[in-house]
């Protein structure tokens, strides 16, 4: 099946500091990325949609300014979180699909973030 | 808001046991699909349902898709350990996109 790779797979930093994470995949080109987040014990929730070349749509109650995303390529979409705070600490996912627009997600491995 | 509600929240069985998580809703899905969440990893798809009343299975799993599509349910025969992990419906509304609500995930924990 497709391929998708999240990096880093974890990445610990200071409270104030951005961190960006890359969500690649490997073996297709996808028109759309789409990023989560998931508390610990809990489900995970759409944080915001990626397609190539356009703005991200993101979910209610998503800052936009806070979490960055760029999906500059076919193949490559980036988060960034932007002056990290300890309650940003969560594990991010990202999932993307090919290009015929009714294809399966494939998920990444994820990031665990940990903002101290 | 949480659209797709899964029951139980959690589950510890022993080994050889049946179980049957429920996924339900209040909306109406094109397509709904099943992952297992092992900790620390993305989530893994298990089985797409379309069609209304459409019953899957994969292997010792089954997978039925409610006759308004509003609902689900996995049955597991003769749970083993390898099958613990964090079970997650997902649906998708259709009107394009692709974009899924998933539950609110079952924890199940099979012991010898």
């Known amino acids: 099946g497709a391929v998708v790779s999240q990096h880093p797979s974890r990445v610990i930093c200071k409270s104030g500091t951005s961190v960006k994470i890359e969500c690649r995949s490997l073996d297709f080109q996808a028109t759309t990325m789409f990023w989560y987040r998931q508390f610990p014990k809990q489900s995970l929730m759409l944080m915001a949609t990626?397609?190539?070349?356009?703005?991200?749509?993101?979910e209610q109650g998503v800052e936009k300014d806070k979490f960055l995303i760029n999906h500059a390529s076919l193949t490559l979409s980036t988060l960034t979180v932007t002056s990290a705070h300890p309650e940003d600490s969560s594990f991010y996912i990202c999932s993307a699909t090919g290009t015929s627009g009714r294809e399966t997600q494939y998920f990444g491995p994820g990031t665990r973030l940990l903002v101290l | 808001t949480q659209l797709l509600e899964q029951s139980p929240q959690f589950l510890s069985i022993q080994e050889g046991e049946n179980l049957t998580v429920y996924c339900n809703s209040s909306s109406v899905f094109s397509s709904l699909q099943w992952y297992r969440q092992e900790p620390g990893e993305g989530p893994v798809l298990l089985v797409t349902?379309?069609?209304?009343?459409e019953v899957k299975k994969l292997k010792r799993l089954t997978f039925q898709f409610g006759d308004a599509r509003k609902d689900s349910s996995l049955h597991i025969t003769a749970a083993q350990p390898g099958d613990t992990g964090l079970y997650l419906c997902?649906?998708?509304?259709?009107?394009?996109?692709?974009?899924?609500?998933f539950g609110t995930g079952t924890q199940l924990k099979v012991e010898l």
């Open positions: 997902a649906g998708e509304r259709g009107g394009g996109g692709n974009k899924l609500t």
């Open positions: 349902v379309v069609t209304g009343g």
């Open positions: 990626s397609n190539e070349g356009s703005k991200a749509t993101y």
